[in-house]
């Protein structure tokens, strides 16, 4: 199985950064596109930013030049640098990864989502 594990979350106000860490383990083989999507209460989960295994980015147009996404493909690990945070960024925000595993001979490929991380930026 593939486990994804946020950390980085926290209360900042607004004008702050944060940075966002989620770290992929398990028998993994290969990790394809990651990403971070968001869910602020009462509204639908959507997508902020992804990152493909070869470095190439898509961003919400709301995050667009304050948001960077990264990984370290070594570490199976993606990060999301947040900057110039608004209360409009207040939010639970969940890993996401397209991964393959192997269990014996076999491979099994999947999309996961971590436990996700609570940002609350505060006016």
């Known amino acids: 199985q593939v486990q994804l594990v946020e950390s980085g979350g926290g209360l900042v106000q607004a004008g702050g950064s944060l940075r966002l860490s989620c770290a992929a383990s398990?028998?993994?083989?290969?990790?394809?596109?990651m990403g971070w999507y968001r869910q602020a209460p009462g509204k639908q989960r959507q997508l902020v930013a992804t990152?493909?295994?070869?470095?190439?980015?898509n961003y919400a147009d709301s995050v667009k030049g304050r948001f960077t996404i990264s990984r370290n493909n070594a570490k199976s690990t993606v990060y999301l640098q947040m900057n110039s945070l608004s209360p409009e960024d207040t939010a639970v925000y969940y890993c996401?990864?397209?991964?393959?595993?192997?269990?014996?001979?076999?491979?099994?490929?999947?999309?996961?989502w971590g436990q996700g991380t609570q940002v609350t930026v505060s006016s």
């Open positions: 398990g028998s993994i083989t290969s990790i394809a596109a």
């Open positions: 990152i493909t295994s070869g470095g190439s980015t």
């Open positions: 996401n990864a397209d991964a393959t595993y192997s269990r014996g001979y076999t491979y099994y490929t999947g999309n996961y």
